[in-house]
């Protein structure tokens, strides 16, 4: 089945600066790429997406990438906001069913 | 649209009882997913459903965890009997193609 791996597991930066997330999956016949924030105590919530027909999608400080032969897709954030602290999860999904990453969990310092 | 509707949002229950988990999914969306989220494994899929059809159940943990969709807008997960490692966050997602949304959860404490 798919495997997705997520790192790095924290990353703490300061305000302004940019983050990376970086995410590997297994499974070729995996279509959909989806990244979803989840701020403490609260649901996971989908903040970008990008299929495997495109290579890079970005959406205002928002950016992703996608790899399709290396099989690694990436999230970047720039100029860093203390309200994007929160964890971060990669996904990939195949005929709907999604496997996620293990979480990023993000702290962007004032 | 109200979103995912779960119930109970909150559960704490004793080892050995039974524990039931509902969800009612977005209206139109046809996919029903149930996920567990612990800091120790994260967010696992438990099990979806196509068209109130049970599609994948490989990640239901043993014969204790049930699941059933009688119809389009109602699903439960089902714990019997519970045990303390049960203790987690049990999310039901909906889609119909491509981003899934997530319900807001029930946080269950098995003592």
């Known amino acids: 089945g798919e495997n997705v791996e997520q790192h790095p597991s924290t990353l703490s930066v300061q305000e302004g600066d940019s983050a990376v997330i970086k995410c590997t999956y297994s499974?070729?016949?995996?279509?959909?790429f989806p990244w979803y924030k989840q701020e403490l105590g609260k649901r996971p919530q989908l903040i970008i997406d990008?299929?495997?027909?495109?290579g890079e999608k970005k959406d205002q400080r928002i950016a992703v990438t996608l790899n399709k032969t290396a099989k690694h897709f990436s999230l970047h954030i720039t100029e860093t906001q203390p309200e994007d602290s929160a964890v971060y999860f990669c996904?990939?999904?195949?005929?709907?069913?999604?496997?996620f990453g293990t979480g990023t969990r993000l702290q962007v310092f004032p | 649209d109200a979103g995912v509707i779960q119930s109970p949002r909150h559960e704490v229950t004793e080892m050995g009882q039974e524990v039931t988990l509902r969800c009612k999914p977005i209206?139109?969306?046809?996919?029903l997913f149930w996920y567990r989220q612990t800091m120790m494994r994260g967010l696992e899929l438990l099990i979806y459903?196509?068209?109130?059809?049970?599609?994948?159940d490989s990640g239901m943990p043993e014969d204790r965890f049930s699941a059933k969709m009688p119809n389009a807008s109602f699903s439960t997960l089902k714990i019997q009997p519970s045990e303390p490692r049960d203790s987690a966050v049990y999310f039901c997602?909906?889609?119909?193609?491509?981003?899934?949304?997530f319900g807001p959860g029930t946080r269950l404490t098995v003592l």
């Open positions: 499974d070729s016949a995996s279509n959909y």
């Open positions: 997602a909906s889609t119909t193609a491509g981003e899934q949304f």
């Open positions: 209206s139109g969306h046809n996919s």
């Open positions: 996904a990939a999904v195949k005929a709907d069913k999604l496997i």
């Open positions: 990008i299929r495997s027909n495109v």
């Open positions: 459903f196509n068209n109130n059809v049970p599609i994948d």
